[in-house]
Every structure is written in structure tokens, then in C-alpha cells.
């Protein structure tokens, strides 16, 4: 399967070389036997031809879905004239730009930072899950996505996050607002030092703490490939 990531974020500056970017990070997610191309949209870098691709991922970005960024607008644009039956997976921004592109809206949440391994309670599972009630995965976000889309339904969520997981009737859509790329060692190293005296202490030794508990990211990992099979195999996203 021919694969476009388009990249949206990278890790921060202090981490730089320590780490591999998003878009490196998913494609090793997804495992072997995909061909991958990374685009770095956040630096203006678009697939020249988007229709030669089988399927598309949005990463992470620190950026927000509402920010007046030029690229940001070009992303939405383009979310919209992708090929509705052809995958897209979308990954915390990558969600939250998504629903915007799709008629939800996204906000910067008064709850403040989800950070940490968080733990979302799964609705409804689709037929490229499995049959487990929760899932627990690394999440560090402020901005969440508010009012669903139109033809989206929530598969699952928390009291923090109640649209943790959106799945799309009406394209072969879905997206998450955690991280199954993270590894835990990643995820440590990005919260212990995230935006001095922008994080309480208490709430940064909480998530830092929470993270010794498993994490399902590579099960995750095993919903986005059943996910990406033949449409005529798995039907749209719900």
C-alpha cells in the first residue's frame, strides 16, 4: 500500500536527534511492508499528485486546527479533496484538523493540559478494533474537539476527553486524540521537560508517573493496519 504522511509537527528542538520526527514515528507504528512517503506540510511540502496514493495519516503538531497559519488552510482544503473512499487517519492534531475540515469544531479546552498515559472507555468498537472495553495511551494536548462532525460518531472516550475517538459513515475516516506512535521513552522525555511554567509540578509528576502503567499504542498500531486493508474488506470507518 502506497502511504502518504503528511507531517505536521516535529519533536521539539531540545529532543532533536534523540528522536525520529512524526511522520518517522508513525510510519514505524504501522510496521513493514508499506510504502511510505513523509511530507512535511508544516513546511509547505505537499504530495505533488495526492490521488496516487492508496491511503493518507495526519500526524501531531503543536499547532492548533484554528490557528491562521497558511499551511493550516491548505491541510483543511486538502482533507476535503481527498478521495472519501480511500483511508484517512488522523492522529491529536491530526483529529482535531480533520474535524475541522469535516464541520466539528475544535477549541482550546478550560480543563487545561490532557498529559500523560490516559485511558479512554470504547462505545462502540469498530470492526478493524477488537473486542477489549478501554483503551490507555499517551495524550498530551490542550485543544480538543468539541462538537463532533456531521457523519462522525464517537467510538470512545473520558470525562477529560469525550471525543477521544471519531470514526466517519460518510468517508473511510477515522482518528484519535492520543498518541499510539509515542513510545513511552519518547513520551517521558516529552512531558518531563514540556513548556517550563506553562504545567503545574503536580500534574507533570502525575503524568510522568502514569506512564509506567502499559501502554496500548502497538495495539493501536494493529487497529490503523486492519484499518488501512481493502475498503471492500472493512466497509467506511463505522
Not at 475517538?165 to 519518547?186: G, K, W
Amino acid at each position: 500500500m502506497k502511504i502518504a504522511i503528511l507531517e505536521a509537527g516535529t519533536p521539539p528542538e531540545r529532543l532533536a536527534g534523540r528522536y525520529p520526527g512524526y511522520g518517522r514515528m508513525t510510519a514505524d507504528r504501522l510496521g513493514s511492508g508499506h510504502d511510505v512517503s513523509v511530507f512535511r506540510v508544516n513546511r509547505d511540502e505537499w504530495p505533488t499528485d495526492p490521488d496516487t496514493f492508496d491511503a493518507t495519516l495526519v500526524t501531531g503538531s503543536p499547532a492548533g486546527a484554528y490557528d491562521p497559519l497558511p499551511w493550516i488552510g491548505t491541510l483543511i482544503a486538502s482533507l476535503r479533496d481527498l478521495d472519501p473512499d480511500k483511508p484517512l487517519v488522523g492522529i491529536c492534531f491530526g483529529h482535531q484538523v480533520m474535524a475541522a475540515a469535516f464541520g466539528g469544531r475544535v477549541e482550546k479546552s478550560p480543563k487545561g493540559w490532557g498529559i500523560g498515559l490516559h485511558t479512554y472507555d470504547i462505545h462502540r468498537a469498530a470492526d478493524w478494533m477488537d473486542g477489549e472495553p478501554r483503551v490507555a495511551v499517551p495524550a498530551i494536548h490542550q485543544d480538543q474537539v468539541v462538537e463532533a462532525p456531521p457523519g462522525s460518531r464517537t467510538l470512545a472516550g473520558s470525562a477529560f476527553t469525550p471525543h477521544g475517538i471519531l470514526a466517519y459513515s460518510n468517508r473511510r475516516a477515522f482518528s484519535v486524540q492520543f498518541h499510539p506512535e509515542f513510545t513511552t521513552d519518547y513520551a517521558r522525555a516529552l512531558i518531563a521537560g514540556h513548556r517550563p511554567g506553562d504545567l503545574d509540578a503536580a500534574v507533570r509528576a502525575r503524568a510522568l508517573a502514569s506512564l509506567d502503567a502499559p501502554n496500548d499504542g502497538a495495539r493501536v498500531g494493529g487497529w490503523i493496519r486492519r484499518f488501512l486493508r481493502d475498503p471492500a474488506e472493512q466497509g467506511r470507518g463505522v
